[in-house]
């Protein structure tokens, strides 16, 4: 049963958001870490994100239904009720959210409930089912948690924060139209109106590949700005040039699923590496520019 609830949180999302978080808080902390702060960040973030996936189970009861990869979870097979799920998530976000405004600061718990909102709500209950949109809007909530690290440390939003949420909301877009397109039929199936499903592959193809060199320009700022080394913007740009090399490749791709996974398997390659790096590439002292 202790599987059936884990999976309900959906783990490889919490994995994925676990080590955009570290990225944020490594960035701030600039190679100083404390440790209890570390993982009372980690715990809190891990809580809201795990609390949201579980009510993104429960709305998406009826889509998940009609999808190969998802017709066979918990809420679906009806092997933990709504209620008891519904629960599930409700104290997993409360524990998150009292954990980060008062073991961590309020203003990472802003971030949690931004972050929260915007995917419950705005994506999940609207969004995701009327409109081609609805990838922008998913952006947003999976952009929060590398803020939430930073500014657990930081303790203010400055234009570090800024651009950590600006480039992971940027890489966002074809993460997610990779998986789209790789499980083209199961949106299909579904009535989802992703990008490729509403109007075309070829578009879609076409908006990733601005949506990589938004996001390789955006997180380069960091090192123009002073927040990472030169170390960090070698290992930027050679992996985004690779990217981009897929992006461009996808035009010529002769089995479009194939092209897909491999193109969003490295998005989150890409993502994990240059998160894990910022322990090593950022710069001590850091500059002091602040928005708010």
Not at 21 to 30: C, E, N, P, R, S
Not at 150 to 167: C, I, P, R, T
Request: net charge positive.
């Amino acid at each position: 049963m202790f599987k059936k609830y884990l999976f309900l949180t959906k783990p490889g999302i919490l994995f994925g958001n676990f080590i955009t978080t570290l990225g944020g808080f490594f960035l701030a902390a600039q190679g100083s870490i404390d440790l209890p702060h570390l993982l009372l960040t980690l715990l809190g973030t891990t809580f809201v994100v795990a609390s949201g996936c579980v009510f993104n189970n429960i709305i998406d009861q009826d889509i998940d239904q009609k999808m190969q990869r998802t017709k066979n979870r918990a809420l679906v097979t009806k092997t933990i009720s709504v209620p008891i799920a519904f629960i599930f998530g409700f104290v997993l976000d409360v524990l998150g959210l009292v954990i980060l405004y008062f073991l961590v600061n309020p203003l990472a718990c802003l971030f949690a409930v931004i972050g929260f909102i915007v995917y419950v709500f705005l994506y999940s209950l609207w969004t995701k089912r009327h409109s081609i949109h609805q990838t922008i809007i998913g952006s947003i909530s999976g952009a929060c948690p590398p803020v939430i690290g930073y500014v657990a440390v930081a303790e203010q939003f400055d234009y570090a924060a800024l651009l950590l949420l600006l480039g992971y909301a940027f890489w966002q877009m074809p993460h997610s139209w990779g998986i789209a397109i790789y499980r083209y039929q199961d949106y299909t199936n579904a009535n989802i109106p992703i990008l490729p499903v509403a109007r075309n592959i070829k578009r879609t193809k076409i908006e990733s590949l601005i949506y990589v060199v938004l996001f390789l320009i955006t997180m380069n700022l960091l090192y123009v700005f002073g927040y990472a080394n030169i170390h960090f913007a070698v290992l930027l740009n050679l992996l985004s040039f690779y990217w981009i090399y897929l992006s461009i490749k996808g035009f010529k791709a002769d089995d479009d699923q194939a092209w897909a996974k491999h193109y969003f398997l490295f998005s989150v390659q890409l993502i994990t590496i240059l998160s894990l790096s910022f322990y090593f590439t950022t710069v001590s002292p850091a500059p002091q520019l602040l928005l708010f």
